[in-house]
């Protein structure tokens, strides 16, 4: 396949670098049209060696072959990584003042961005609007990860890794018919596979929170928007499991973030009795089952087909609540597949009685599971935020790994103990592409 690998001037144009070879690699043709303020980041020689193609941001180099007209019509996906404010800017308003933006307009092909730049500037209104502009024309934004930025800064805005990219680019591609039949879409980018460890193996993965109906318009939730789950799903399948999610009322940009991974088995529930029984379908045949959805302790016992009327003066009828089935404790103790690793999720909060690892440890001894990965939540933690900090314990309490980063990054780190479990280790095996996720021994 012939790609235009587009870079703009930022500080995140040396992913561009290995993106460029995890696409080489793949067997693809690449050539890289940076902009002039990408080339003072890396210089063209180091495009034009990695790619065996010349690298230019000028319109009036190899005229004859009409470059700035040429490239766009010839291409078969374009990619540019990263996407800058500025660079966004002009291709919304349709500038053609490089070789780069002369390349977009005239591409008919899938056009994938990767933006990468400080959280202001990507939740700026004119950020926000030329990026719906652009979604709206057909090119596929990618949302930017969040975590360490330029300098102390963290927050979304971040560049998704290589590998990310490169399978949502050529997912798009191949949704559009421009990738060649037979091309295998999860296998690992790479020959150095960070993604090798979970090969062959099945994964079940629930993520979000259950709701339960207390009227046809009310129900009892919960914070979470699902996004921890979701990243451990393409985690898995990154590393190359095939992964079934089971997904609990996932948040809008979450739900968006699915699709962007490539997570096409997904069974949705809204309950805790659908979400029991999807995982417990999904489980006969998994090798690892990861209960990291928030799911309801309780339900009401009765919910009324008709919506409950306010009566004035009158305050509303007590809500009985029932309780829940244990989902990860049924299915520590029925394991229902010889040699099945159970991985569940404590959100906890401390109290008098003890500390969000004390609740933690008493959780994994009580559910039975192989390990418990134990968050603190609350007010800006744990849910709808895109850090997190996690402690591994296994079924006895003991404290197998300390996880911290990006989700995606715990992610890895919690897939880095599961494959030490599978392997028959006791200690994380490391590898994982979480690489700025802290994942530390046990240190007590």
């Not at 062959?200 to 928007?225: C, K, L, M, Q, Y």
């Not at 933690?360 to 849910?383: H, I, Q, S, T, W």
């Amino acid at each position: 396949m012939r790609i235009v690998l587009g870079v703009s001037g930022g500080v995140a144009a040396y992913k561009a670098v290995l993106l460029l070879r995890l696409l080489r690699e793949q067997g693809h043709r690449v050539r890289v049209v940076p902009t002039a303020a990408a080339l003072r980041f890396v210089g063209a020689p180091t495009w034009e060696a990695l790619s065996g193609e010349p690298a230019t941001d000028q319109v009036f180099e190899d005229v004859e072959h009409v470059p700035h007209v040429a490239l766009g019509q010839g291409a078969d996906l374009v990619v540019v990584a990263p996407a800058t404010a500025d660079l966004l800017a002009r291709a919304a308003s349709g500038r053609a003042d490089d070789l780069l933006t002369s390349t977009l307009l005239t591409a008919r092909c899938p056009v994938v961005m990767a933006p990468a730049m400080h959280t202001e500037m990507w939740e700026h209104p004119a950020t926000v609007a030329n990026v719906a502009t652009l979604r709206a024309r057909g090119v596929h934004v990618i949302e930017p990860a969040s975590g360490r930025l330029t300098g102390a800064d963290t927050g979304p805005g971040r560049l998704p890794e290589p590998d990310e990219i490169a399978r949502v680019a050529l997912r798009v591609a191949a949704e559009a018919g421009a990738l060649a039949d037979g091309a295998d879409l999860d296998a690992p980018a790479s020959g150095e596979a960070p993604a090798g460890d979970l090969a062959g193996r099945r994964v079940v993965v629930s993520a979000g929170g259950t709701r339960e109906p207390i009227d046809p318009v009310r129900f009892i939730g919960n914070r979470s928007s699902g996004r921890q789950g979701v990243e451990l799903a393409a985690a898995a399948q990154a590393r190359g499991a095939r992964v079934t999610l089971v997904a609990a009322n996932l948040a809008p940009d979450v739900a968006a973030l699915v699709r962007e991974h490539g997570l096409d088995d997904v069974v949705p529930v809204e309950t805790t009795a659908q979400l029991r029984d999807a995982v417990r379908a999904g489980a006969t045949t998994a090798d690892v089952v990861v209960m990291a959805a928030a799911v309801a302790d309780f339900r009401p016992a009765h919910a009324p087909d008709a919506k409950i009327k306010k009566v004035p003066g009158r305050g509303p009828e007590p809500i009985a609540l029932v309780e829940n089935p244990d989902v990860l404790a049924e299915l520590a103790h029925d394991r229902l597949r010889d040699g099945q690793v159970v991985v569940g999720f404590a959100a906890e909060t401390g109290d008098a009685d003890g500390s969000v690892l004390d609740h933690g440890r008493a959780k994994a001894r009580r559910k039975g599971a192989d390990l418990l990965v134990v968050n603190a939540v609350g007010e800006g933690r744990g849910f709808a935020v895109d850090a997190n900090d996690v402690t591994v314990v296994d079924g006895g309490g003991e404290v197998v790994a300390v996880a911290s980063g990006t989700k995606r990054e715990v992610a890895h780190a919690v897939w880095d103990a599961v494959a030490a479990r599978l392997a028959g280790s006791g200690s994380p095996a490391g590898g994982g592409a979480g690489a700025s996720a802290s994942l530390l021994p046990a240190a007590e």
